[in-house]
Nanobody
């Protein structure tokens, strides 16, 4: 079992930056691919980024690459999402998720989810 706890959300002005963290419990973090998703009010959950178990392979949602960067530190059981040049349309609850020996842009591929952290970007 993996338990995930996100942090780092908050209120930021457009053009600003935030770094989200997702801390995982357990000793098997390095066997899980990790993903970030977001959900805005009234919208479906959207893929943001994913990273393989080793961290060597990453993927991003459309239009996010170049502004968002996913990374992980397996020694700290933590995955990060660096978000730069934030826009009001980035406002959402951001969730991290874990998939055993896998990573994907599909939310259904992930078996463990955090509770989410709110990101609000003001114009």
């Amino acid at each position: 079992q993996v338990q995930l706890v996100e942090s780092g959300g908050g209120l930021v002005q457009a053009g600003g930056s935030l770094r989200l963290s997702c801390a995982a419990s357990g000793r098997t973090f390095s066997t899980y691919g990790m993903g970030w998703f977001r959900q805005a009010p009234g919208k479906e959950r959207e893929f943001v980024a994913a990273i393989s178990e080793s961290g060597f392979i990453t993927g991003y949602g459309d239009s996010l690459k170049g502004r968002f960067t996913i990374s992980r530190d397996n020694a700290k059981n933590t995955v990060y999402l660096q978000m730069n040049s934030l826009k009001p349309e980035d406002t959402a609850v951001y969730y991290c998720a874990a998939a055993y020996y896998s990573y994907s842009d599909r939310s259904g591929a992930y078996s463990h989810w955090g509770q989410g952290t709110q990101v609000t970007v003001s114009s």
